[in-house]
């Protein structure tokens, strides 16, 4: 492995961590190496789900328009999204999607300047950080919620530990506050030299864990800025 390419840890879901190492890999050459190891398991939920009066979908997940997909027909609804990824899902489901192109409060701020006049169905999952139907019902919009997948704590794999283990730099890109909460804890047995690439500030304060030799915010919140950050954090990188 080259000195000037440390490897990039990715703990996501196991499938979202597959497509951010593709995505990298296209960037930054086929021969980056990366260790996946989710610290999360996605189990959808078995829920029934009535679409009859719903205007609209809004999804802070492409998990939580994953599990909708697995119990409805969604051709031709309308979504409301998080950022592009979770748009991305909805329409690979045949929805109308627009995006927010941020975090939980540009999907609150859009929402709020689009005014939906009839019903609205949050996806998500088990575990929210910002009760985003509180926070438009405080503006006047119903909102119903629906619990589509659990989001299970797992363990780090081996391969993971043996990077922990090691002496060289690691890249750890961190995409929410509970999983940067969850990777501070599964690293804090271990010395690591970490550099980290957080998606927002919301994120980098949620981190606990081993002081990292360096952390960068993405300037958006979505996958494209944090691939940014990520080719960003090579330069300089040593092992």
């Known amino acids: 492995m080259s000195?000037?390419?440390p490897p990039l840890l990715l703990t996501r879901p196991q499938a979202q961590?597959?497509?951010?190492?593709?995505?990298?890999r296209?960037?930054?050459?086929?021969?980056?190496?990366?260790?996946?190891?989710p610290l999360m398991s996605i189990r959808y939920m078995d829920v029934d789900v009535d679409l009859r009066d719903v205007e609209a979908v809004v999804a802070t997940s492409a998990n939580g328009i994953e599990g909708l997909a697995q119990r409805c027909d969604l051709k031709g609804l309308d979504a409301i999204c998080v950022g592009d990824a979770t748009a991305a899902a909805a329409r690979a489901a045949g929805m109308c999607a627009v995006s927010a192109?941020?975090?939980?409060?540009?999907?609150?701020?859009?929402?709020?300047?689009?005014r939906p006049k009839g019903a609205l169905l949050y996806v998500r999952g088990?575990?929210?950080?910002?009760?985003?139907?509180?926070?438009?019902?405080d503006a006047g919009i119903a909102v119903r919620s629906?619990?589509?997948?659990?989001q299970r704590q797992i363990g780090l794999n081996g391969d993971a530990v043996r990077l922990l283990q090691g002496k060289g730099s690691i890249v750890l890109p961190l995409f929410s506050p509970r999983s940067a909460a969850l990777?501070?804890?599964?690293?804090?047995?271990?010395?690591?030299?970490?550099?980290?690439?957080?998606?927002?500030?919301?994120?980098?304060d949620a981190w606990t864990g081993p002081l990292p030799d360096a952390l960068t915010i993405a300037r958006r919140p979505d996958g494209g800025a944090m691939?940014?950050?990520v080719a960003h954090l090579y330069d300089g990188a040593s092992s």
């Not at 296209?26 to 190891?37: A, F, K």
């Not at 629906?146 to 659990?150: H, K």
């Not at 804890?185 to 500030?201: K, M, Q, T, V």
């Open 3 to 5: 000195a000037s390419r």
């Open 146 to 150: 629906a619990i589509m997948y659990d």
């Open 101 to 114: 192109e941020g975090d939980a409060t540009a999907l609150i701020a859009l929402i709020r300047a689009q």
């Open 227 to 229: 691939i940014d950050t």
């Open 183 to 204: 990777a501070a804890e599964a690293c804090a047995p271990y010395a690591p030299r970490l550099r980290i690439d957080a998606i927002s500030e919301a994120v980098a």
């Open 26 to 37: 296209e960037r930054l050459g086929e021969d980056l190496s990366i260790v996946i190891s």
């Open 126 to 137: 088990t575990e929210v950080r910002t009760d985003l139907a509180a926070a438009l019902a």
């Open 17 to 24: 961590s597959e497509r951010f190492a593709q995505a990298c």
